[in-house]
Nanobody
C-alpha cells in the first residue's frame, strides 16, 4: 500500500511563494497523482494533477500560470510549486494517488490521501 505525507504548508503574504512536498512510502511509479485543497465550508477541489507517466499535467483554471506540479520519480516525491499566492489560495492542501484515473482533478477517483498541510495566504 502507498502512504502519503504532505509538508511545506505555512502562512505567507499575498504575492509570495511556497513549495509543497508529498513524500510517498511505497512505489507510486504507476500512479497518477494530484493536489487538492479544501477551504473551510467548501468542497475539496482539484488544483493540479499529473498522470502516471508524467507526460500530462492538468491545472485548475484558478491556478494556471501560477502553480506547477512535478514529480521526482527517484525520490518518490510529488511537488507543488505555488507562486503569486492569493488569499483565495488559502486552505488545507492534500495530495492523492491512484493507479487508474480518468479525471485527474476529480477527488472521487482517488483512494489514497495524505493528511494535508495548511496554507494560509494573508492580504
Amino acid at each position: 500500500s502507498v502512504k502519503l505525507v504532505e509538508s511545506g504548508g505555512t502562512s505567507v503574504q499575498a504575492g509570495g511563494s511556497l513549495k509543497l512536498s508529498c513524500a510517498a512510502a511505497g512505489s507510486t511509479t504507476y500512479f497518477s497523482m494530484a493536489w487538492f485543497r479544501q477551504a473551510p465550508g467548501k468542497e475539496r477541489e482539484g488544483v493540479a494533477g499529473i498522470d502516471r507517466d508524467g507526460d500530462k499535467t492538468l491545472y485548475a483554471d484558478s491556478v494556471k500560470g501560477r502553480f506547477t506540479i512535478s514529480k521526482d520519480k527517484i525520490k518518490n516525491i510529488l511537488y507543488l510549486e505555488m507562486n503569486n499566492l492569493r488569499p483565495s489560495d488559502t486552505g488545507m492542501y492534500y495530495c492523492a494517488a491512484e493507479r487508474a484515473v480518468s479525471a485527474l482533478l476529480y477527488p472521487s477517483w482517488y483512494t489514497t490521501w495524505g493528511q494535508g498541510t495548511q496554507v494560509t495566504v494573508s492580504s
